[in-house]
């Protein structure tokens, strides 16, 4: 029989791609360079193909301290990648017909409100999921980022309209947690269940999730579980487990590698469980995965790429030719992906335990290219690189800041803290104190308790706040402005360097002056 040519081309790729698979022990040694290089303490990685798991281990350590190994089964919060489960949330109660993706939010939560009138009256069930509300990239985060905060969930609904948009509804991407937040409390009103519950009842226990839950306070048994790690001042340290229950809509779940590869199993079976249960139509699951807000896509890039953009809890692009779902995670201490290429029947799951990006990109790309056919392109060095120079680059800009700090103290032209202490309340963040203790003047939020840092002087109005808190990494300007008095009436923050995380949210804090 005369094979055509073009099933002899479809052959030989296919042949190609299986022969560039890696071998069990290349992934191991992939792993444990990239512990290595990136100085993360622990990883656990699984791979699905064709409906099986071929590869699932873990490598490292979970906690410094205690020096116990990671594997598979231990638990990690997979922080955002648990906004794909509140988008299937939601498309369960669309199926249930007790929702529509173009109701308007109001029509369910009659107190949402944004600054902008036009976003209030026409933001889309639907648009809570896209990150194109209008609000900037993280805007409002600081209500439950850092842990030790005391907004409730219902708090941060209603005190979103003080926070001022950036572009008009549905115009550009930004990032933002808080939506997410919304978004769970239209399935509490809907369902009768806390959010919590709806996940774990109605889709991780059909799933067979079966040592995942949807909070880290709903875990009883934390014996393996990560510890949180960071680098900070040139040091990996460990640090507490940090994540404010209000915001789990956005980022709460805790699973491990069997869980996370079930998660992927699902999916990639059109959302139909191993015991023949269809949670969700196939239809409206790839309605999850169809582009809502496009983001720029270079004419060069590693994996060919032309369109690239958010859907509804999931970021998808096309990479060599195929559609790929994605999204990563970041908690305080922890960085997760999670990677489905459904027409390859692959998916790709990499947890860690500490927060650098790098390590997760690294692994799933090598991974991902031995299924796409491509030569080792050498992802460690390249990401290497990239995390060297960009932690030079902000080491650089913080020692400067400081060695300014420290030409200020004698400085005579610097305001000085009689001028600037008091009370000063910012509109949805509430209110900051700046006052002296112990010969130190220091700056105290009065509803986040971890903002808490010393004030040290720096140019003429110009205060940087050092958080105690040293693995925040995120001390920022304080920037005054002064009455005909030349007393401080309000203040603004601005961060000393790029590397800190967008949800420390100061930049849309507009603090004004109330009491002496």
Same mark, same amino acid.
């Given at each position: 029989?005369?094979?055509?040519?073009?099933?002899?081309?479809?052959?030989?790729?296919?042949?190609?791609?299986?022969?560039?698979?890696?071998?069990?022990?290349?992934?191991?040694?992939?792993?444990?360079?990239?512990?290595?290089?990136?100085?993360?303490?622990?990883?656990?990685?699984?791979?699905?193909?064709?409906?099986?798991?071929?590869?699932?281990?873990?490598?490292?350590?979970?906690?410094?301290?205690?020096?116990?190994?990671?594997?598979?089964?231990?638990?990690?919060?997979?922080?955002?990648?648990?906004?794909?489960?509140?988008?299937?949330?939601?498309?369960?109660?669309?199926?249930?017909?007790?929702?529509?993706?173009?109701?308007?939010?109001?029509?369910?939560?009659?107190?949402?409100?944004?600054?902008?009138?036009?976003?209030?009256?026409?933001?889309? %069930?639907? +648009?809570? @999921? *896209?990150?194109?509300?209008? =609000?900037?990239?993280? &805007?409002?985060?600081?209500?439950?980022?850092?842990?030790?905060?005391?907004?409730?969930?219902?708090?941060?609904?209603?005190?979103?309209?003080?926070?001022?948009?950036?572009?008009?509804?549905?115009?550009?991407?930004?990032?933002?947690?808080?939506?997410?937040?919304?978004?769970?409390?239209?399935?509490?009103?809907?369902?009768?269940?806390?959010?919590?519950?709806?996940?774990?009842?109605?889709?991780?226990?059909?799933?067979?999730?079966?040592?995942?839950?949807?909070?880290?306070?709903?875990?009883?048994?934390?014996?393996?579980?990560?510890?949180?790690?960071?680098?900070?001042?040139?040091?990996?340290?460990?640090?507490?487990?940090?994540?404010?229950?209000?915001?789990?809509?956005?980022?709460?779940?805790?699973?491990? %590698?069997? +869980?996370? @590869? *079930?998660?992927?199993?699902? =999916?990639?079976?059109? &959302?139909?469980?191993?015991?023949?249960?269809?949670?969700?139509?196939?239809?409206?699951?790839?309605?999850?995965?169809?582009?809502?807000?496009?983001?720029?896509?270079?004419?060069?890039?590693?994996?060919?790429?032309?369109?690239?953009?958010?859907?509804?809890?999931?970021?998808?692009?096309?990479?060599?030719?195929?559609?790929?779902?994605?999204?990563?995670?970041?908690?305080?201490?922890?960085?997760?992906?999670?990677?489905?290429?459904?027409?390859?029947?692959?998916?790709?799951?990499?947890?860690?335990?500490?927060?650098?990006?790098?390590?997760?990109?690294?692994?799933?790309?090598?991974?991902?290219?031995?299924?796409?056919?491509?030569?080792?392109?050498?992802?460690?060095?390249?990401?290497?690189?990239?995390?060297?120079?960009?932690?030079?680059?902000?080491?650089?800009?913080?020692?400067?800041?400081?060695?300014?700090?420290?030409?200020?103290?004698?400085?005579?032209?610097?305001?000085?803290?009689?001028?600037?202490?008091?009370?000063?309340?910012?509109?949805?963040?509430?209110?900051?104190?700046?006052?002296?203790?112990?010969?130190?003047?220091?700056?105290?939020?009065?509803?986040?308790?971890?903002?808490?840092?010393?004030?040290?002087?720096?140019?003429?109005?110009?205060?940087?706040?050092?958080?105690?808190?040293?693995?925040?990494?995120?001390?920022?300007?304080?920037?005054?402005?002064?009455?005909?008095?030349?007393?401080?009436?309000?203040?603004?923050?601005?961060?000393?360097?790029?590397?800190?995380?967008?949800?420390?949210?100061?930049?849309?804090?507009?603090?004004?002056?109330?009491?002496?």
């Amino acid at each position: 029989m005369k094979i055509s040519p073009y099933l002899l081309f479809l052959f030989m790729l296919c042949t190609a791609i299986s022969q560039a698979q890696l071998s069990e022990k290349q992934i191991d040694d992939l792993v444990k360079n990239t512990l290595t290089t990136f100085e993360v303490p622990g990883i656990s990685v699984g791979i699905v193909k064709d409906g099986k798991v071929v590869y699932a281990k873990g490598h490292g350590l979970r906690s410094l301290q205690s020096k116990l190994p990671m594997n598979e089964k231990t638990l990690v919060g997979v922080a955002s990648n648990s906004k794909g489960f509140t988008a299937f949330a939601l498309a369960m109660l669309v199926e249930d017909g007790l929702v529509k993706w173009d109701d308007k939010v109001r029509d369910h939560l009659p107190e949402f409100r944004l600054q902008d009138a036009y976003a209030t009256e026409n933001m889309r %069930i639907k +648009d809570l @999921l *896209t990150h194109n509300s209008g =609000l900037g990239l993280g &805007a409002g985060d600081l209500m439950f980022f850092p842990e030790g905060n005391d907004f409730s969930a219902q708090e941060i609904v209603t005190n979103l309209k003080h926070i001022a948009p950036t572009s008009s509804l549905r115009s550009e991407f930004a990032y933002n947690n808080n939506m997410y937040i919304v978004a769970g409390e239209v399935i509490e009103r809907l369902s009768g269940l806390s959010w919590e519950e709806f996940i774990e009842q109605r889709i991780m226990q059909p799933v067979g999730m079966k040592n995942s839950k949807a909070a880290y306070n709903r875990v009883s048994d934390k014996s393996n579980s990560i510890a949180a790690h960071t680098r900070t001042e040139g040091k990996v340290i460990q640090i507490p487990h940090d994540w404010s229950e209000t915001a789990n809509p956005a980022g709460g779940i805790m699973s491990n %590698i069997p +869980d996370m @590869l *079930t998660w992927a199993q699902f =999916l990639m079976n059109n &959302a139909q469980t191993k015991n023949g249960i269809q949670l969700l139509p196939a239809k409206q699951l790839h309605q999850l995965w169809q582009l809502q807000t496009p983001l720029p896509v270079s004419p060069k890039n590693d994996y060919n790429t032309h369109f690239f953009g958010y859907a509804l809890g999931w970021f998808v692009k096309d990479v060599a030719g195929y559609k790929e779902v994605t999204h990563t995670g970041g908690l305080l201490g922890t960085v997760t992906q999670f990677t489905l290429i459904p027409e390859l029947d692959l998916g790709i799951v990499v947890l860690t335990n500490q927060m650098n990006g790098n390590a997760f990109k690294t692994i799933t790309n090598t991974i991902k290219d031995s299924y796409l056919g491509y030569k080792n392109r050498d992802w460690l060095t390249r990401y290497d690189k990239q995390n060297q120079d960009w932690l030079a680059k902000n080491d650089s800009i913080k020692r400067a800041v400081y060695h300014q700090v420290d030409l200020a103290q004698e400085n005579p032209q610097i305001i000085t803290p009689k001028q600037i202490i008091g009370e000063y309340k910012d509109n949805w963040m509430g209110t900051f104190k700046i006052y002296q203790d112990k010969g130190k003047l220091r700056i105290a939020s009065f509803r986040s308790s971890q903002l808490v840092g010393d004030l040290l002087p720096y140019s003429a109005a110009t205060y940087v706040a050092k958080w105690d808190n040293r693995s925040f990494d995120a001390d920022v300007f304080v920037i005054f402005s002064l009455d005909e008095n030349a007393i401080a009436q309000q203040a603004r923050m601005q961060y000393i360097a790029p590397i800190t995380d967008f949800s420390f949210d100061f930049g849309d804090l507009k603090l004004k002056r109330i009491k002496d």
